[in-house]
């Protein structure tokens, strides 16, 4: 089992790169199967997630050439199957954008019902009043999802909630619906800009995204283009706050400033000075970071997929703070691995309420999801002697070289493959 072996203490320091973002390019990827043409993608992080969709997508019969790293050409063309069983596809809630994409183009598709990080139940009913909305049929069968129509016809659909999955998904089938669909309470988080953006370049007739309202205009046919990822938002706030926690001074490079507004809003509350230019940010922290009271919400307000990391700031910093998780009902479970670092934590419903300690020591902790793991790894780099964090396999789902990364700041951290290699590690790092 891979697992990260950190020795904390060195403050991060220096200039990092940051990757394409990871779930603008998921609805990207599956939106270029909608053409019979070639769409170039570039700026694809190279993490877990991306490549097991892009499996997915050539056991559709569609052509993917990885043309480099973090570049693709994808032709939908020669798709004959509209059968999405994968074992790994279960695994990933993604999944389910080829739902929305294959229902636009070929009115059918059947996707296993979709796993992802355990956060909470992560119902997908606003997805599929999406499709019924626009004339489909959607049953849950043999555990897949099955969606079929004779056409799809444009229409009007007020979300209950706002869904960064399920705008993107109804978004896709929409465009190339017969007619004008009109979204209400949509998702306004830059990934989905970037999807309508990426969608515009192939011939729809997209506006609106990054609003509240969504309007489109069917069309019968979508063409190829050539189209990069947006920045990773999440990952530049992860070293960001890395920065903050560590007493650093990080700067992130290849950023869109814009889209970190809700995080460097709190990195200067409690007492961060932060800086940007052009497509970096600078984060300089100098001395014990201050409290705060954070809520998630949907852009552009805190992000939940920041929460983790927020709370570990916040565990370092004087003064008593409040985590309040609005999105997601299981968020907080890294919390108990936390305490184990001497961080005082008490969860209440969907609040942790943090008192801030002088520092944490290491130990070691398991990585319950994506972003928590990523906290994990923040913690073990401001604590107190070695810390392991165990199933990484998270974390690798959704950051490129996270350690390559941290090294490169200056942190102590190395992903080890095996026992024996964490017993090397282990004496040479201690
Ligand atoms: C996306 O998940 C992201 N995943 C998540 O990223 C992110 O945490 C989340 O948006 C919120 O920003 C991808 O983009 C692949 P939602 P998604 O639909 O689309 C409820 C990460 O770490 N809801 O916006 O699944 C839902 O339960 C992750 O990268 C319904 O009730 O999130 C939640 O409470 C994990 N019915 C809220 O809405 C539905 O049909 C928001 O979920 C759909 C959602």
Known sequence: MEQYIIKGGNPLVGEVSI???KNAALGILAATIMANESVYISNLPDVRDINVLLEAIADTGAIVERRGRHDVRINGATINNYVVENNFIKKMRASYYLLGAMLGKYHHAEVSLPGGCDIGSRPIDQHLKGFRALGATAVVRNGMIVVDARQLVGAHIYFDMVSVGATINVMLAATMAVGRTVLENVAKEP??????NLLNTMGANIKGAGTDVIRIEGVRLLHGGDYSVIPDQIEA???????ALTKGDVTVKNVIPKHLDCLTSK???????????DDQVRVVAKQRLRSANVKTLPYPGFPTDMQPQMTVVLALSEGTSIVTESIFENRFKYVDELRRM???IFVEGNSA???GVPELTGTPVTAPDLRAGAAL???GLAADGVTVVDDIKFILRGYEDFAEKLQGLG????LIKNEHELQKSRMMIV
């Open 377 to 379: 790894v923040l913690a």
């Open 267 to 277: 990195l200067r509350e409690i007492g961060c000075e932060v800086s940007e230019c």
């Open 191 to 196: 990934h989905v800009v970037d999807v309508a």
């Open 353 to 355: 309420i943090i008192r």
């Open 342 to 344: 001497g961080a005082e």
């Open 19 to 21: 990757s394409g973002a």
């Open 237 to 243: 706030g992860t070293f960001l706050f890395g920065a």
């Open 411 to 414: 942190g102590e951290i190395k």
